[in-house]
């Protein structure tokens, strides 16, 4: 279930100035004219998304934009300005509002852009679907990371739910209009039935990578690809030289897609940005605060997969701002392994029932007060 679109329309005027940019206010009308049951979508901040995706949204019979959303300032990946509802801490950007505004109802899914996890890591720290499809080809110009590290920029989207972030990318890379995509659509095959067994999945080495908490990543990683039980993908493990230096992860992912195109590497982050924001910006500077602001890492490839021109896609756990992410190389072939895989995940995976009763299942509309009448 989810709200009417009146009740989307309100709750966006009420987050107007925050997380919301601009409304479209046609959006009532449009919505006659199109498809029922529609996806509400809405849109990052920035002139980096394509002019083509943003016609052909507003043209599809099954799609409603209905907001501008913010993005945090200079595409920071903290957001200063915006305060995560699940963790009370900072929000995590650059693709910030977009996140935000799926939690509270008025968007199933929104558009973003990923340079050095700008969409996956935000996706994580609101514990939200996510794809990134650089690997097969969406791109949205180029930028440099705060650490100095130049990149062209992906396409991706954050949803409510796998098959809203899904529906997006398949309509965005039919949309396309670079002919090697048109040519290659993305189609799953049901996940009860496709056979992960000739896949090759890497997951960190015992001992080599641990998570904000703690905990050993690769334990983490077993914990999860045992819960898809039989035709798992054949496990091997990967030694990254640290896996939260953006610059050492991006050239051992590089080097492993370059001897294994098809591997698939996984790992599951988190809590993103709970026990310290994990940003560049505060680690250039000297003393003893950056350490207390930032050194408890967060973010591992979910900010490096983008720059190693791969495709990333985040499912989420039910541990708070933590996530799945399973990433492959360059390709569309790569992309369709990924995305099978990660639909075998989401079968497994258990929501928190107060996030799915107050947020992905969100019924309970916003009443204004208008005193005033209806301005």
Request: net charge negative; aromatic share 6%.
């Amino acid at each position: 279930m989810s709200l009417s679109l009146r009740d989307r329309l309100s709750v966006a005027q009420a987050s107007l100035g925050r997380s919301v940019v601009s409304i479209n206010l046609d959006a009532e009308q449009e919505a006659v004219s199109k498809d029922s049951p529609l996806l509400m979508v809405g849109l990052k901040d920035t002139g980096s998304i394509p002019q083509w995706l943003v016609d052909a949204l507003m043209a599809s019979p099954h799609h409603l934009v209905l907001t501008v959303d913010r993005m945090s300032d200079l595409g920071r990946s903290i957001d200063t300005e915006l305060v995560n509802p699940l963790t009370y801490r900072p929000m995590t950007g650059s693709t910030s509002g977009g996140a935000i505004n799926v939690l509270k109802g008025i968007n199933d899914a929104c558009v973003g852009t990923d340079g050095g996890g700008s969409v996956l890591a935000p996706a994580m720290a609101t514990n939200l679907y996510a794809i990134m499809a650089k690997g097969a080809g969406l791109c949205a110009g180029t930028g440099q990371s705060t650490d100095g590290m130049g990149f062209s920029t992906g396409l991706g989207f954050i949803g409510k739910s796998f098959d809203a972030v899904r529906n997006l990318l398949v309509f965005s890379l039919g949309s396309a209009p670079m002919q090697d995509l048109r040519n290659s659509p993305v189609s799953l095959d049901d996940s009860q039935s496709f056979d992960m067994s000739g896949l090759r999945v890497f997951v960190p080495a015992p001992g080599t990578a641990y998570a904000p908490d703690g905990a050993d990543m690769h334990t983490r990683c077993m914990t999860e690809l045992e819960k898809l039980g039989e035709g798992i993908p054949s496990v091997h493990e990967i030694a990254f030289d640290d896996i939260f230096d953006r610059e050492k992860t991006v050239g051992n992912l590089k080097e492993l897609w370059e001897t294994d195109p098809d591997a698939i590497v996984m790992d599951v982050e988190g809590p993103i940005d709970v026990f310290g924001c994990d940003e560049t910006i505060p680690r250039a500077f000297s003393g003893t605060a950056p350490a207390a602001i930032s050194a408890r890492r967060s973010k591992a490839l979910c900010k490096a997969v983008n720059i190693a021109c791969g495709s990333g896609c985040a499912i989420p756990t039910g541990d708070l701002a933590t996530g799945i992410l399973v990433c492959s190389g360059p390709g569309t072939q790569q992309l369709k392994n990924l995305l099978s895989m990660a639909a075998r995940f989401d079968k497994v995976q258990q929501a928190n029932p107060l996030m799915r009763r107050y947020f992905l299942d969100r019924t309970k509309p916003h009443t204004p007060l208008r005193p005033f009448g209806n301005t």
